[in-house]
Every structure is written in structure tokens, then in C-alpha cells.
């Protein structure tokens, strides 16, 4: 019981982000994940590039 007790206690004094701060985060993580798809793909076009000038 103690243990149940304790979770409801700490989930009182969780703060939950605003939904301002929800759109701000998940706007950076599909911006990033974007930016990173990008990268790579330009980066595996170079080494496809690279490698056929040596085959």
C-alpha cells in the first residue's frame, strides 16, 4: 500500500508540460529527425558516388 501511496503522491507533483510546450518539442524532434534523414542521404549519395568512380 505504502508503494501506491508514494505513486500517487509523486504523480501530485509531476508538472505536465503545457500544450505550447508539447508542439515546441515535437515541431524539434520532426525538424531533427528531417534534418537527419537530409544528411544521410546526401551522405550515402556521396559514397555511392565515390564507390562507382572505383569499380
Known amino acids: 500500500m505504502k508503494f501506491l501511496k508514494d ?3 509523486t504523480m501530485k507533483d509531476v508538472t505536465w508540460p503545457t500544450a505550447r510546450e508539447n508542439r515546441r518539442d515535437t ?9 537527419f534523414a537530409i544528411f544521410f542521404a546526401i551522405v550515402d549519395y556521396l559514397v555511392q ?4 568512380l572505383f569499380v
Do not use: D, R
Open 49 to 52: 558516388v565515390v564507390l562507382q
Open 7 to 9: 505513486v500517487k503522491q
Open 27 to 35: 515541431s524539434t524532434v520532426i525538424l531533427m529527425t528531417l534534418a
